[in-house]
């Protein structure tokens, strides 16, 4: 019984050592193309980590051959950090357990982010549904002081289909300037409440459950 478990144990164990190179791997394959990068890094000037989420954009005249990788730019399209990304740590967790690679193999990011304080540095790859959320968020939330709007706007991004996602993300962003702003402004409402509004903390209170 002794030999056996032990030997069971170290199977395990090296089959988790297997299983934890293959993740990785995939998340390095996944990377150079994904629509989506997530970087976590420091910057001297705010508490670390930084979370930046960068868009993959491509050039207008280009032509799609599935026998060529397709070239492209990373944009920055948002940042969080401090007690607004402390906030917002467990709504992320889910959009990040949910993201998959092009054979929708869930890449497993959100095991990156249960360490306090999260030690990871680097770079994630990010499918377009958590992408799109995760961009939206960082939007959304820069600017706002009230901690409670943040997170709350962070917990109904998280409940969003993917289309959902793309769609709100679309409105906010590729509109011109000033239409973009007025959409931003009212999401900001629409999703995190008034300023001062009693309902946000009971709304926040259900959505924690």
């Known amino acids: 019984m002794t030999v056996g478990g032990s030997y069971m144990a170290k199977?395990?164990?090296?089959?988790?050592?297997?299983?934890?190179?293959?993740l990785i791997a995939r998340r390095e394959a996944?990377?150079?193309?994904?629509?989506?990068?997530?970087?976590?890094?420091?910057?001297?000037?705010?508490?670390?980590?930084?979370?930046?989420?960068?868009e993959r954009v491509y050039p207008a005249n280009l032509v799609d051959d599935p026998g060529q990788p397709r070239a492209g730019r990373l944009k920055d399209t948002g940042f969080i950090y401090g007690q607004a990304l402390h906030r917002c740590l467990k709504p992320l967790r889910e959009i990040f357990a949910r993201?998959?690679?092009?054979?929708?193999?869930?890449?497993?990011?959100?095991?990156?982010?249960?360490?306090?304080?999260i030690a990871y540095r680097g770079n994630l790859p990010l499918d377009e549904e958590g992408g799109s959320k995760i961009a939206l968020l960082l939007i959304l939330q820069h600017?706002?002081?009230?901690?409670?709007?943040?997170?709350?706007?962070?917990?109904?991004?998280?409940?969003?289909?993917?289309?959902?996602?793309?769609?709100?993300?679309s409105r906010a962003t590729q509109y011109g300037e000033a239409p973009n702003r007025w959409a931003q402004s009212g999401m900001r409402v629409m999703l995190g409440g008034?300023?001062?509004?009693?309902?946000?903390?009971?709304?926040?209170?259900?959505?924690?459950?």
């Open 11 to 22: 199977r395990s164990t090296s089959d988790s050592i297997m299983s934890r190179h293959s």
């Open 30 to 54: 996944f990377l150079g193309e994904s629509p989506w990068v997530l970087r976590l890094t420091e910057h001297k000037d705010k508490p670390a980590p930084v979370m930046i989420v960068k």
């Open 99 to 117: 993201v998959c690679d092009e054979d929708a193999v869930p890449l497993e990011l959100h095991q990156l982010l249960s360490a306090r304080p």
């Open 143 to 169: 600017r706002v002081q009230d901690l409670d709007r943040i997170e709350l706007m962070a917990w109904r991004i998280q409940r969003f289909t993917r289309e959902e996602a793309v769609y709100w993300l």
């Open 194 to 209: 008034q300023p001062g509004d009693e309902n946000i903390a009971k709304m926040l209170a259900d959505l924690r459950k």
